[in-house]
């Protein structure tokens, strides 16, 4: 009769689950959220080479975790409703290279960048509309939420060597010693020419097919994402923001209507990329992702790397590697960014653009399983 052989590397569970529990509690206190197959990956090197064997209960434990905020419950939640928990602990290969060696070579144009005069010259104009007080930039952005650089009439002739136009509309802000103050939008004004990478922000050439955009408009509206077109400041293409929980709407996206067909498209493969990437949340269905906590620059380089690759993808060219400069630090990518889920998201947008697909149905609520609590 043959002897069992004795297991080398006893496994010792309970040590494991605790570590691993330790691990996806300190992920949730840093500034990163990543793809399901980066924990796992990670947890692999810091925990133990056998993680996989506790994550998908690990995370469904903490997707209904009641002492955890709702964004952190819904961040692991949508884990396992989209099933990239299931296929990480598979093992199964999902990264798309082309999109990955696509973001590098942005980044590395992103750094080069940071070196050039042209560089220098944007942050100088930027940095000199950092006097104003939180509470009146919120101000400004109450009277006109478009607005993307505003200064009193004698800040943008004696700084920025511009005047204002003929009725030019002021905003009212507070001040000092005064009960309120004027301040002009910079489309209210003429004169020295803006840095150039400001005045074509936003902007995307090359060959364009019209049907590319009203593909992505019309699938945007099956995920019930509403988008409009509307006229904003010269320096804001585009913003997104989260709708009402009654409406029919998700997610509200507005795009400049200024901007040429090819730019538009750009514009809202940015817009669409926040959203599906979980940067505003996830929503009720969990249709995407939710990775709300992430830092801002990391939002803005995974958003504007999506739009890279996607317009890329189409002939199209923009400014991404002036626009990710401004939120790198130095040389390095800012902390948080995903590799991963910037490929597949690209390549849920460029399936958006290239054809029609099926709205999403409505996930039924998913109860927590027996013991998945801590």
């Known amino acids: 009769m043959s002897e069992t052989q004795p297991d080398l590397f006893p496994l010792d569970r309970a040590a494991l689950q605790t570590g691993l529990f330790a691990f996806l509690f300190a992920l949730l206190e840093g500034p990163a959220r990543p793809s399901a197959r980066e924990v796992l990956k990670a947890a692999e090197r810091e925990v133990s080479l056998r993680a996989s064997e506790f994550f998908l209960g690990a995370v469904a434990a903490l997707a209904y975790h009641p002492k955890l905020r709702a964004a952190d419950r819904a961040y692991f939640r949508t884990m396992l409703d989209d099933g990239s928990a299931e296929v990480a602990v598979r093992g199964e290969r999902v990264t798309d290279d082309e999109a990955v060696s696509t973001i590098d070579a942005l980044l590395r144009q992103g750094a080069l960048y940071r070196r050039s005069e042209a560089f220098r010259e944007m942050i100088a104009f930027m940095g000199r509309f950092r006097d104003y007080a939180p509470y009146n930039v919120m101000l400004v952005r109450l009277q006109n939420p478009s607005c993307g650089f505003f200064a009193t009439e004698k800040d943008w002739r004696d700084r920025h060597g511009r005047t204002l136009i003929e009725d030019a509309l002021p905003m009212l802000i507070l001040a000092p010693m005064h009960p309120v103050m004027l301040v002009y939008d910079v489309d209210q004004t003429t004169g020295k020419p803006l840095p150039k990478e400001l005045e074509a922000f936003g902007r995307f050439d090359g060959p364009w097919n019209p049907r590319w955009l009203a593909n992505m408009l019309e699938n945007a509206e099956r995920h019930r994402i509403r988008v409009e077109f509307k006229t904003l400041s010269s320096t804001h293409a585009g913003w997104a923001m989260t709708a009402p929980a009654d409406a029919r709407w998700k997610i509200r996206i507005v795009v400049h209507a200024g901007l040429d067909e090819p730019s538009r498209f750009g ?69 948080g960014v995903s590799m991963d889920l910037i490929a597949k998201v690209a390549g849920k947008l460029e399936g958006m653009a290239r054809g029609l697909q099926p709205a999403p149905e409505p996930r039924p609520l998913r109860k927590a399983k027996p013991g998945a609590k801590r």
């Not at 599906?276 to 995407?288: E, F, P, S, V």
């Open 267 to 335: 514009v809202l493969a940015h817009e669409m990329a926040h959203i599906l990437l979980g940067h505003l949340g996830t929503d009720r269905d969990h249709w995407w992702p939710g990775r709300f906590n992430l830092h801002r620059g990391a939002a803005e380089v995974e958003a504007e790397s999506v739009a890279h690759i996607v317009a890329s993808r189409f002939g199209l060219t923009g400014s991404s590697a002036a626009y990710v400069a401004g939120y790198m630090g130095g040389e390095t990518v800012p902390l």
